[in-house]
C-alpha cells in the first residue's frame, strides 16, 4: 500500500516538474503550446533598470493621460482650436528657460488639403521682460520646376539680455548683457526635385538687421559702459543691415522626422553676410551628423551627433557676430547658457540615449525620455586646448509625432551651474 502511494507521489512530481529550456518538446505537443523557461539576460535587465526607475516618477503623468483618453480631451480641444474644416490650426506656444524666462504665444499654420506641401504659419512668443519673437514661413511647390518649392521666410526678435562673454567665451565671472535685436528676410527655393527621397538642398538670399547695444537685466552688468574694459563685438551700437545668401544640402535616411529610431542625417551648409555699408563681411561654413542606431528593442535608440563649423572673414580680419560659431543652449552644449561660447572655429560630439515611455493610442504621438554626454571646443587662431573645452550632460522629456518634434523638456548640467528650459510649438 505505502509502496503504492510512493509510485502515484512520483508520478506527480515528475508531471509537475519544469522542462530545462534545452530539452526538446514532449513528444505531441504543438509549437503554439510550447513554452520554455526564458533566459535571463542580466546585461539588458541592468540597462533598463532607470527606465524603470523613471517610469515610476512619472505615474502621475501616466494617470492624467489615461484621464485625456478616457474622455477624449484631445480630439474636443483639436476641434475647438481648428478652422474651415482642419485647414486652419491654432497651437499654444511657450518657452521657459534659464536667461530668457517665461515666454508664451501662439502659431496659426495652415496647410493645404490636397498638397500638404503647400503650408504657411505665422506664431508669436511674449515674455515677461518684454521680449518677443515673432516668425512666420511659406512654403509653396511650383509645377514648372519639378514640384521644388519656394520658401519665404521672416524672423524678428527682440532680446534686451541677452548673456555676452566675450569672443573665446571667456570666464563665467566676466558675463555681461547686451541687447540683441534681429530683423531676417529670406526668399529660397529648393536644389533638388520632389522625387529625390534621400536628398535635399536649399539655396537662399535675403537680408539680415542687427541691433547690438548694451543690455538690460539687474543685477547685470551692461556691455559697453564707458569705465568697462570688456571689449563689445564687431557692430556693437549700431543697426548693421547685411544682405546674406546661404545653401546648404543634406543626406537623410532616418525612418520618421519626430521620433527617428535608425537612419543617419548629415548636413553641410555655408551662409555668407555682408555689410552692405562696407566694414563687416563673414561666411559661416558648417558640417554636422547624426547617427540613430537601434540598441534595444522597443525603440530604444543611441544618437551619435559630431560636427565642425568655422566662420572665415571675406575680407579684412573681423567677423560679423551673425556669422561667427556658437556653441551653448542651443548649439550642442545644453548646460550653458544660450550662445556661451563665440569664435572663429566650433567642434561638438555628443552621445544621447532615448527610449519611449508612452504612446497615444495609435497616433504615433509618443513621449521619450532621454539622457546625454556631450563635449566641445570653441577657439580661434590658438589650436583648441584643454582650456577651451567644454562640457555637459543631463537628460529630458520630449513629446514627439513621427513627422515632428512637439515639446521638449530638458534639463542640462555644467561645470558652471544648470540649465532647463521648456519649448512647445517653438525653436528650442
Same mark, same amino acid.
Request: glycine letters at 10%.
Given at each position: ?30 509549437? @503554439? ?41 484631445? *480630439? ?16 499654444? *506656444? ?24 503647400? /503650408? ?54 566676466? *558675463? ?43 543685477? @547685470? ?40 529610431? *535608425? ?29 540613430? %542606431? ?9 544618437? %551619435? ?102 515639446? /521638449? ?20
Amino acid at each position: 500500500m505505502i509502496t503504492r502511494w510512493v509510485l502515484v507521489a512520483a508520478l506527480v512530481l515528475a508531471s509537475t516538474a519544469p522542462v530545462r529550456a534545452e530539452d526538446p518538446p514532449p513528444p505531441g505537443l504543438t509549437t @503554439e503550446t510550447w513554452h520554455h523557461e526564458p533566459r535571463l539576460d542580466l546585461h539588458w535587465q541592468l540597462l533598463t533598470l532607470p527606465e524603470r526607475a523613471i517610469e515610476l516618477v512619472f505615474v502621475p503623468f501616466g494617470l492624467a493621460v489615461a484621464a485625456v483618453e478616457r474622455h477624449r480631451i484631445d *480630439r474636443r480641444v483639436g476641434r475647438l482650436l481648428s478652422f474651415w474644416e482642419g485647414r486652419l490650426k491654432l497651437s499654444p *506656444r511657450m518657452k521657459i528657460s534659464f536667461g530668457d524666462g517665461l515666454g508664451v504665444g501662439l502659431k496659426l499654420k495652415y496647410k493645404q488639403p490636397f498638397d500638404t506641401r503647400t /503650408q504657411a504659419s505665422l506664431g508669436f512668443v511674449v515674455r515677461v521682460n518684454r521680449d518677443f519673437l515673432v516668425d512666420s514661413e511659406l512654403q509653396q511647390p511650383i509645377g514648372s520646376l519639378d514640384d521644388r518649392s519656394l520658401h519665404v521666410n521672416a524672423f524678428v526678435e527682440r532680446d534686451q539680455n541677452e548673456r555676452f562673454y566675450r569672443l573665446g567665451g571667456g570666464s563665467s565671472s566676466m *558675463r555681461r548683457v547686451m541687447t540683441n535685436n534681429l530683423q531676417v528676410l529670406t526668399a529660397g527655393l529648393d536644389l533638388q526635385p520632389v522625387d529625390w527621397y534621400d536628398y535635399s538642398g536649399l539655396f537662399e538670399v535675403g537680408a539680415v538687421r542687427q541691433t547690438l547695444g548694451p543690455g538690460l537685466e539687474l543685477g @547685470e552688468i551692461p556691455l559697453g559702459e564707458p569705465d568697462d574694459s570688456f571689449a563689445p563685438p564687431p557692430g556693437f551700437g549700431t543697426s548693421t543691415v547685411y544682405a546674406h545668401a546661404n545653401i546648404s544640402g543634406s543626406y537623410d535616411t532616418r525612418d520618421t522626422l519626430g521620433r527617428p529610431s *535608425r537612419g543617419l542625417h548629415a548636413e553641410l551648409r555655408a551662409a555668407l553676410y555682408t555689410d552692405v555699408a562696407g566694414g563687416l563681411a563673414g561666411a559661416n561654413l558648417r558640417a554636422a551628423g547624426a547617427w540613430f %542606431l537601434p540598441v534595444l528593442p522597443e525603440a530604444r535608440v543611441l544618437v %551619435l551627433n559630431v560636427g565642425a563649423s568655422a566662420a572665415v572673414p571675406l575680407f579684412g580680419e573681423t567677423i560679423p557676430l551673425v556669422a561667427l560659431s556658437q556653441l551653448g543652449r542651443e548649439h550642442h552644449l545644453r548646460g550653458y547658457d544660450r550662445a556661451r561660447f563665440r569664435d572663429r572655429y566650433a567642434v561638438w560630439a555628443g552621445a544621447e540615449y532615448r527610449f519611449p515611455i508612452y504612446e497615444y493610442l495609435t497616433t504615433g504621438v509618443g513621449l521619450d525620455t532621454f539622457v546625454f554626454l556631450e563635449g566641445a571646443s570653441v577657439f580661434g587662431a590658438t589650436p583648441p586646448s584643454r582650456e577651451t573645452f567644454a562640457y555637459s550632460a543631463g537628460g529630458g522629456l520630449r513629446i514627439a509625432a513621427e513627422t515632428k518634434l512637439v515639446s /521638449q523638456l530638458t534639463f542640462g548640467w555644467s561645470p558652471e551651474g544648470i540649465e532647463i528650459f521648456i519649448g512647445s510649438e517653438v525653436k528650442l
